[in-house]
Every structure is written in C-alpha cells, then in structure tokens.
C-alpha cells in the first residue's frame, strides 16, 4: 500500500457551499440548535407534523462528526436502554429514501460482523446475545468454524491461529453520511422546516425561570422550546446558560481508499481488533484502526474526572491523552467560558472543527489493512480525517427536558453511536418536545443521572 500525504477531508467545510442561507423569522414554536444527524432528524420529525421549526447551524449542516463517522446502521453491541430505540432506527433508516425522495438517503442492509480473538472476547458476545434475544433482535453466535466457512477473505488474527468466534445482526448495514444527512435536512425544508448556516446560537433567553426564546448572532428569535443538539459544543453552550452538562470529546479517525477491484471484500461491516471496515457506495472503503480515541486536557477534564472513572479503566487502552487542545477546540485552554448574548461567542470562532487525523491511526491502517484483508493489499488510501465525538460519563446520550431549565430539551452526548440511531433520536425527540410519549423508556438517558447518584455504568461497548 502506498503512503499518502494527510489531507483534510473533502466532505464538508467552511468552504462549502450554503445550501441553506436563511434568514430566520423572529418567533418559532421550537428552535433546534446543531445540525448533526441529531438536531436535523428532529427538525424533519416535528416539520412533517406541521410545528414551526428553525434550526440554527453555526457552520454547514453535517459538518462535523455526522459527515465523519464510520456510516455504520449498528443495532449490534448497544446498550440495553439504546437498543430499542436503534432497532426503530434501523427501521426508519430502511424507509427514508423512498419517504423522501432523497436517494442519497439509501440505506444498505449489509449486517454487521463482529470478530473475536479470544475465548474472554468471545465471552463478551456470549453475554451481549441475551440482551439481543430479549428484544429479539436477529444477532446470530459465530464459531470458528462459522467464521472460516464464511468469510475465507478475512484473515486471522495477528500471530497466526484463527477466531475464537465472532457475531452477525444481519439487519445492520451502512449508508453514506456526507450525503445522508444533508438529504435529510433538504427533505426537513421541503416539509416545512427553516434551516439556516452561519448561524450561531450564543445564548438561551430566559423568562421566569423557562425557556423564552434564544439570541442568535443575527437576532433573537422568540419560543418557549429549544433543542440542544450541538454535539462536541453542548456542554459549553449548557454551561454559558448555567447549566452543568457533563460531557467530554475524542478524537476519532477515519480515512477512505480508492475503489477496490473486482474480487475485493464485499461482505458485512467488520469490527476487528486494531481495524473496522465497511463498504462505499463508490466502490471503496470506509476503514479505521479502531484502537485508538484521542482526549484533549481541557478544564472540564477535571472538573469531570471523578465522573469518568469507570469510563476510562474500560477504555485506558484504547484513549491516548494529550496535554492541550489547538485554540478554539470546544473548551480549550483559555477559551471563554462566560459570554453575554451580544458577545461574539466561540461558536462563530471556529464555524466547522476540522481536527487533523491522527498519523498513528494512519500508519495502522496502512499497515494492517492488508494483513487481516488479503485481497485489498494493494489498495490504496487515499484520504484521512477527523471527528471530535461528545461522550457522556457513561457513554450513552443525554434525552428530554432539562431538569433544571424548562423548556430545553438535550439530544446530546451520543458517544460515537450518532449516526445510525439518529433518525429515532429525532423521533423520539419531536414527541418529548410537543409533550407526547416517545415510546421508549428513556430514564437511562435522563439528565440528573449525573448529579442524582446515580451508578453511572458504561454501556457495553
């Protein structure tokens, strides 16, 4: 494989072109703030049910961490309180091309493998297929054997041997995210949505103690119901109105190759160790090492790290720490944590964060990719990237209505699972915010676990 030179991605920048220039009226019945997978599926969910709906983007809709996963529709390997909530994810995902009109929306029911190299991992799956029978999800045990009969183009683990076994939910697949939620957010607009970039959100307006409208940096717009959806910037929007959030970000990398010949892999998304892959829709790869997140020291580092604990002995191995974030990273050093609504806020500072991929993660996957898939050793990368992920304490979001400001609603802190459970997430985040039942039981997700002594246990994955 050759080396090639660390490129910014292509997906979504400043740079790219506004597709939605607003401006936005001065009275809504709710106002999303982000437009990530998150915020743009509620504003889909509540236009389609006639709501006056704006959403405000800071920058280009999608163009963080939504345009820079991995693409994967993943029902396999959630969390026991996330895991309904992506099976009805996985459904809508199946239905939005056509509901839409936007094929960019096309949803591949690839399945998705997971691979073990050791009885304990393999143990780890073993435990996880009770919580998928309980909801009678279609994950399917893998022995060695099943895994050699099946995917003979995957080679074993690294020192030789083969699998100890593995797992397949073959109702997972994959879609494109650069495209898909863009798509979505066209379709939002078309059903009655107002969206507008280079919008920042500086601050809440707040009445008697609610929600009474927010203070754009283009002007105040007047609503008694707000949607926190900022991914990476939640937390420092939350904590400039008062509010603690607690929520951390990583590092994650991604890189693409060139298209694969005829006779390349074609099979089910791949988690291995010290490499995941799944295929494009052009051709190529879409491939990560999987093995390492990087955290930025931040104050907020400290101010949560006893909330953290567990978090972090589950992950040490995989998360590499780094002494400071580049100058206007969501909390860095010096950053303003404290602005008034008449304040250039950080949000207009840094309209997209483009973080420069990680060369380590590069260096693995050039290494690797060939090793554990014969047929694609010559395939070349072509470009890498980087996202920064928000993670809660224990790795699952924050859902529902604030408890301690009425009115603001969180769908926030997806901890890297985003992307394929978004469209439930919005869903679910359209009923909560007209005050309906969202049909899930959401108490897992409610914002005074932090603070109520709550165990704030990890998901399983």
Known sequence: MNAFPIAQPSLISEASPVQFPGPHPDKADVVVIGGGVAGVSTAYYLAKRGVRVVLCEKGRVAAEQSSRNWGWVRQQG???AELPIMMEANRLWQGLA??????????????CLYLADSPAAMTKYEGWYDTAKQAQLDMVLLTAADIRARYPDIAGPVGGGEWA????????????????????ARAAERAGAIIVENCAVRTLD??????????TEHGRIATDRVVLAGGAWSTHFAGNAGIDLPQLAVRSTVMRTCPAPIGGYDGPNVSSPGLALRRREDGGYSVTSADLAEHFLSPKSFKYF???????KLSAKDVRIKPMAPKGYPGAWGAPRRWSADEKSPFEAMRVLNPPPSPTVVARVQERLGQRFPGLKDLDVVEAWAGMIDVTPDAVPV???????????????????GFGIGPAIGRLTADLVQGQTPGHDLTRFCSNRFFDGSDLEPGPY
């Open 78 to 80: 959630r969390d026991w």
């Open 98 to 111: 056509a509901e839409t009109g936007e094929t960019d929306l096309n949803f591949s029911q690839s399945g």
């Open 165 to 184: 076994g593995g797992m397949i939910t073959p109702s997972d697949g994959r879609a494109e995210p650069f495209v898909a939620v863009p798509a979505l």
């Open 206 to 215: 707040v009445a008697g103690g609610r929600v009474a409208g927010v203070v």
């Open 306 to 312: 006893r909330k953290y604990l567990k978090l972090m």
């Open 399 to 417: 859902l529902g209505e604030d408890h301690r400001m009425p009115g603001l609603f969180t769908a926030t802190g997806l901890s890297g699972h």
